[in-house]
């Protein structure tokens, strides 16, 4: 009754090589999902993502220039050091704050509380927003994980899934200047730990929109 359904190409196919060619179709996928599988979540990440958390506004801010330059970003009890843009400058502009340029323009971050040398030309940049300034920091992840069959740890447990979390700061001054920059990181799940940041030193994408 089932191959009567089927088209004659098909239907004159023996059960066995259906069943072959369907393992190997399988195997395929199977295979392609796990060498390629963080491209295509970072694919359809970009269409959609889960919430981690809810919007938290920061109370500490620091600049690192040097070669270990990173953008200190904390709460009560929670400090984070972000890898700059690769096209970031920091400048001290204008007397008292700190602003950042970036190929789309310039932005005042804030008002500089310490300011201290890091060797060399390269310094520490300590600083609050300035007043109407509205800071927000997001958390998302990937809702799809990927498979990580090949990574065998024999020093401890081995992180079979993997998914990206992304953390975007978003700067808004009172003159409408705006400031988004995401990081973008990898989890890794470990069976007594849960989801683990990696903290990667990956540059953010950035997007300045200039103010009136």
Known sequence: MILTALPRSLASVPAS??????AVLGGATLLGWVV??????A????????????????????????NDASFDVGGTGDTRAYAIGLEWRVVERPPGHVSLETPEGSIV???ITRCCSR???SRRYEFIPEPGDS??????RSRVPWPRPFAFNFLGSSAWWGRYVYHRLTWRKSTGARLDVVWRDEQ??????????QYMSTPPITTLRPGR
């Open 17 to 22: 090589r259906l069943l072959l060619a369907a």
């Open 36 to 41: 390629a599988g963080h491209r295509l979540i």
């Open 43 to 66: 694919l359809l990440d970009r269409v959609t993502t889960a919430p981690v958390g809810v919007p938290t506004t920061p109370t500490w801010y620091a600049l690192n220039e040097g």
């Open 109 to 111: 971050l804030g008002t």
């Open 119 to 121: 060797g060399g030309d």
């Open 135 to 140: 800071v927000t920091l997001t958390r998302r």
């Open 188 to 197: 890794r799940f470990l069976a007594r730990q849960g989801w683990i940041d």
